[in-house]
């Protein structure tokens, strides 16, 4: 008997020592960060090598090509006065790594994963335990309502955006808790504030809101001062902004109210997908299980007994309600933009939820966390690890769905690459090439390669890929049909006494009169699919090509 007890507290000391080292070694920061960093690799890595440029990615290389740095920012400068950060990245982008797509791809994939990474250092910066901050890191990097930022070079910009934010977070927190002398701190905070609003103006109500940080993290008169320095620098820009003149804000009150009321019903059903990215569950029902969910955490906050249970309680509610605030200071700043930018939107256009995304995520994690610590809380037996223990297996469930969709999303944008390159070999394959001036008007290629995700849609992009293909700046190409992508107009040939006019249904300003015609002789139709090509000379000539068109 005396044998056998040996050998039952042998393995009870072999088991506490298993244990031991679990805590000691699995549950350790550099564990967390490497999760994050080798996910990183699975999802990127892939797509690294078979992406490649898509819209303005294009048109930026094309002119980073034939006009070099001053050209480029310049140029992007004049199309975006207010995001003069943004401007300069683009144009070092294009210019050092000019000519390699999948380095671009990459930095942007990189910049991505940074983010996450700080998404993990600010919540255990905040008092998180690592678990809370590795499911929100990797649930931000998995995030598919926001994937276009990765998958599309440009996008990278409004990542390095949220990048500089998180970053100067980070700071602000260092000066906080360095009383006295935290003020070089918070001036380096405050630059780094300043430098992510004049990157994208996305982040504006989010720095704003970054202020009410600092009431938890320091006195109150510290707080107040740091907050203000905050507001006084976002002034600031906000005035500089107005006064360059920013063409995004474009609504007036009613509008804005329009597309509040557009957003908050989207956000609605984005959040609700967030919390079940599997199938069709209803909408209504996921948030009125949450809505449930926090009402009980309250009622269960004010009435036990148990300590502990309060502590966890709210410090759940407390991460629901910063994840709300973000998502709602990401989405608001949207309020008097342009009504094309919406939650819901597909492709490229779902960049616009990058930072609300992860107040999303923040409210995904503590809602499951939430749920979890209410269901260990009643059963009286259960040991406080159980709870985490829940958490991480329904971390790790909607993770799985993330992902899904995201490689789902990943699976378009390599489709776009190959079908540009297919349109572009079928272009060079004309001989003779066309000559310097020329006007090449290209049919039969697909407009997008899945939902939001174009494949040469509009003249910019198309024109700055053809210029690229044959090295020569003069050449004008337009896809027909091709998208106007500021009012969905479709392209069509016009045929008059002297030239070949190319317009679109209300195009605006996407199709200025200066590139809008081409001589005859000098204009030419290629079909890519059938492979026949025809010279518009003449007015005849024209009204044939048109009518085969």
């Not at 056998?4 to 031991?20: K, S």
């Not at 009125?288 to 309680?313: K, M």
């Not at 260990?376 to 971390?395: F, H, T």
């Amino acid at each position: 008997m005396s044998g056998f007890q040996d050998r039952l507290n042998h393995t009870a000391m072999n088991h506490a020592a298993m244990i031991a080292m679990a805590r000691r070694y699995l549950v350790h920061p550099a564990v967390a960060y490497g999760a994050v960093a080798v996910v990183s690799a699975i999802l990127f890595v892939p797509y690294v090598l078979a992406g490649g440029w898509l819209g303005d990615d294009w048109w930026t290389e094309a002119t980073a090509h034939f006009s070099g740095m001053g050209g480029v920012v310049h140029a992007l400068i004049r199309a975006e006065p207010t995001r003069p950060v943004q401007d300069v990245y683009l144009g070092l982008v294009h210019v050092v790594l000019g000519g390699h797509p999948h380095l671009q791809v990459a930095l942007a994939a990189t910049l991505s994963m940074v983010m996450s990474l700080l998404v993990l250092s600010v919540l255990r910066k905040l008092g998180f335990d690592l678990l809370t901050s590795f499911s929100a890191a990797l649930l931000t990097l998995l995030f598919p309502f926001s994937d276009s930022t990765w998958l599309w070079s440009t996008g990278g910009a409004i990542t390095l955006c949220v990048v500089l934010w998180l970053t100067g977070l980070l700071a602000a927190l260092k000066g906080l808790r360095q009383q006295p002398g935290g003020q070089p701190w918070h001036a380096l905070a405050v630059m780094l504030y300043v430098a992510s609003l004049l990157t994208y103006e996305l982040v504006l109500l989010v720095i704003v809101m970054t202020g009410l940080v600092y009431f938890a993290e320091a006195p109150r008169r510290v707080a107040r001062r740091r907050w203000a320095a905050d507001v006084v620098a976002v002034s600031l820009v906000v005035a500089l902004d107005l006064y360059v003149g920013n063409r995004h804000h474009t609504l007036g009150l009613h509008g804005a109210l329009h597309h509040v009321r557009l957003i908050a019903g989207q956000a609605r059903m984005l959040l609700a997908r967030s919390f079940v990215p599997f199938g069709s569950v209803s909408d209504i029902a996921i948030l009125a299980a949450w809505f449930a969910l926090l009402v009980a955490a309250c009622a269960v906050r004010g009435a036990s007994p148990d300590r502990y249970i309060r502590t966890e309680t709210g410090r759940w509610l407390k991460l629901t309600t910063a994840g709300t605030l973000m998502a709602v200071g990401g989405w608001g700043v949207l309020a008097p933009a342009k009504l094309w930018y919406e939650p819901l939107s597909q492709g490229i256009g779902n960049r616009i939820n990058i930072l609300a995304g992860i107040g999303v995520v923040l409210v995904v994690v503590a809602g499951l966390s939430l749920a979890c610590s209410l269901i260990v809380s009643a059963w009286k037996r259960a040991p406080a690890w159980v709870a985490s223990g829940m958490a991480l297996i329904a971390v790790a469930v909607v993770a799985v769905g993330y992902g899904r969709l995201t490689v789902r999303d990943r699976g378009g944008y390599e489709r776009a690459a190959a079908e540009e390159s297919n349109v572009l070999a079928a272009i060079h394959s004309i001989r003779p090439p066309p000559q310097y001036g020329s006007t090449l008007i290209v049919a039969g290629s697909p407009l997008q390669a899945a939902p939001g995700v174009p494949v040469f849609a509009t003249a910019w992009d198309l024109g700055s890929a053809v210029e690229l293909l044959e090295d020569d700046p003069g050449l004008t190409a337009w896809p027909l049909p091709g998208v106007n992508v500021w009012d969905f107009g479709l392209v069509k040939v016009g045929c008059h006494e002297h030239r070949v006019t190319i317009s679109g249904i209300g195009v605006g300003v996407a199709f200025p009169p200066a590139r809008s015609a081409g001589r005859y002789g000098r204009t030419q139709v290629f079909d890519v699919r059938g492979r026949w090509r025809a010279s518009i000379d003449d007015v005849a000539t024209c009204r044939r090509v048109a009518q085969r068109l």
